[in-house]
DNA sequence: GGGTATTTGTCCGTATGTATG
DNA sequence: TCATACATACGGACAAATACC
């Protein structure tokens, strides 16, 4: 062992220990070392080496703890037999063909509708509770948990809902999970195994996409909502819809709508209605509309949300809350599942909301989106009179209409190559709709501020609608 | 209208227009005013009630959106026609079954399988990663991301594949997921709507109560792992084999039986076999078992794994690896999806293991597992020579068979009386097999080393079996 | 039938208390 | 502590619909 050289570099950015374990780590992967040989003791390869005994330990300490040698007290360290995984010589040259796509953002203005406004994040607070997690950290949350996730955060979901949408459930009936897709098959088990989903067309794309292209039954959409007596015609048994913001087109569900839904639900025992309130915490004008959850009697609404909007997208922690009648099923069937979502996220959420950060959170987002819509309504208004608005008032997104005999992959081509993302409403159409006009959805929940008149302008120039310099009419309500 | 009398209190702390509201839409859902009424005008019921005409404009305004009224710009706000709302009675009253389960381990010994050592995790490391991140967040991350999961670990992941499973694959080709259970779906889609998929039995439970149970085949397993032979039998299309460390068994999936499973997925376009690789880190005797995936000249071979075993459980994350075959129509079905781990988890995890703390953790945990295996498999043969040991050698848990006359579930409660839990393999059993013995499950993970031998001592002395004080044989390797 | 005053929804500026940082 | 911003509430300007003479 003599014969072995280690460089230490006394000024290297790597610590001395760190540098001598990796030196006798290598040397005994390569079998420089013999298997058994016994290692020159603390005292004399500190002096050899010229440093200290506890830099010696150290580094034999992280040899010993990942097994490359044993101990043998007052006796010496000795290189054990590693059985490190191998490595398998391939014939050819390991060569990973480097095909990743661009991280950069493409589009300089991108008005997608799931971006969120990441500036007013507080990072600060949330590295604090991930930080308190890891300081004292329960052993048990490496282990598996519970199937619903985290009681504890059941229980700040549970409480949330009640104060900001005056729905009255208990954690025992939230189930969290990472994402809507991940949800919907699971509530469609739990009601029947051959359920038939009614979807809003236009609607929320992923859902149809990803697994229920054959069953699932468009149904039309007006400013009202849901047009509830084409579903009534239909032989679904379970409708999914967006009440208090229809994703795309924003239509609220008119109180006449609600009560017809509800009723249709009570009229067969396999009737239920998902209820996704997605970005009910985004109302611009007046108080939110109430869930549809509130006005059941009868245990048919599955109360469906995410914290995509409210918190981040990355995040992936979506919930439902399943009416009583629903829990035991339920148990039954998915106790074997496992919570989708890492349970120390769930725990870094549950304690950011229990100290009040969330609500906060909104009151800060609803103020910053608020000022983006407000901005893009006056930009759209003021200088383009022709390009019709719908949806506003709520949310993240809305929908414009533009005077052009074009075609909407043609427009939004001509705006992706002039560095603006916008998204065509046939992207959301499960079934085909004339629209008059070419219409599009602009999210500005991903546009600073700042962006969105210039965007808007660039965008209209390139589609060469002109500016109307004369000073604009006001916004209608 | 001037029959109705609303009760606004102007030192409530619900504010006025709030009052207003709530009292007109009781008003109209309970039919006390007609539908197609004209409301008093703003200014009327201002004067009436004293209060200013801006309140009740937000009130109207509400309603408005909510579609109990209608508005005909200058004449007047109108109620809308909304149906009764049905109301079901319930025989029993509406009660939460409060099933929470302690969140106390019942049993001071747990033998589960899917226990992992917590002991030793490297809180102190991973807390660093985590700070890291957000000591300098990418504002990006909390954007949704890339479907298959993020770029860097998917590069980690295919080092880590290379270097300790002899796998070579691109980033491009792995997908990840949060949890085998969420990812087999996706796979079973992207092969065919209708397959049908066999799985092993015994085998991991959770796969047929989650979706497939109606379209699952169960094919038998012997000390060579699957039967092949009996696969070939039926119309399946995919199976679902854990070829290097067989669950529940251990079996070992033999050379043999490896070519012939090939053979016979090469044999139909939509034949497909999912290699679940999910306790591969974990051998005590001898080298890695190869991956079958690396066997594959045909891109029928599907591998899956996950960091439940080998870093922990409640991480929750899984991946796959897609024959570069399926990666075009993987890409056309799941863009819409999105990958379900968090981002910053997802970053966390890389950064971990590009720094090597994986594989350090790994060896680590490996010297760990390997002596408490060790141990239980030194306390059954040295004191209780009757019971037979099988599904040894590797992963983290083993199977028992004791000569007793009861049943498993019998005795399983029995030892959960004298608070131990073990797992009778007739839990994972697909279709029923009969065992000559009562066969159990012992998980040693989440069981301390120094516990094992009085965990044994304590589970046979309740189940009345009793100590050979003669020195035991040696185990046979 | 035409002119005018009134009523109406819509929109806007502003004062006050309160919560946030 | 102080400044800011927002929710709430108030009064009034405007234009369109209506009623009245």
Redesign the interface.
Known sequence: MDMLIFKLEKNSKKPLYEQLYMGMKDAITHKQIEVGTKLPSKRKLADFLNISQTTVEIAYGQLL???YIASKPRIGFFVEEI??????E?KQP?K??E???N?N?PYPYNFHP???D??S?P?AI??KY??DL??F?S????????PQGE?ELRTEIANYLYQSRGIIC????IVIG??T??LL?MIL?LIETNSKIALENPGY??IP???LA?KAVPISVDE?GLIVDELEKTDANIVYITPSHQFPTGA?????????L??WA?KAANRYILEDDYDSEFRH???P??ALQG?D???KVIYLSTF?KSL?????VAYFVLP??L??SY?E?FS??????????QHILANFMKDGHFSKHLNRMRKIYRKKHDKLIHTLESFYPNISITGD?AGMHILISVPLAKLEHELKQIANENGIAVYPVSDYLLKPIDYDQPTFLLGYG?VALEDIEPAIHKLMTCWGINRNTKKGKSHK?
């Open positions: 703890a990942e097994g059985e490190e995984l191998p490595f398998i391939s390991k990973i063909i095909t990743r796509k991280e953002e799931g971006k969120i990441t500036e994040f990072f949330w590295r991930a930080k890891f300081d950290p052993k048990e949350y490496l282990q598996v948990g519970e009681y208990d954690p025992e009936q990472s994402g897709e991940h098959p088990r794309s992923a996409r990803i697994h054959n009202d609220v569900l008119s109180a006449a709508r609600r009560t017809q509800l009723n009570s004008i007046g108080k509309i109430p006005m009697q009868n245990e995509t981040m997208p990355s995040l992936r009583p009648a829990l035991q148990q069937i074997y599942y496992s919570a989708t979502v890492p349970r120390f996220d008032h991903g309500l």
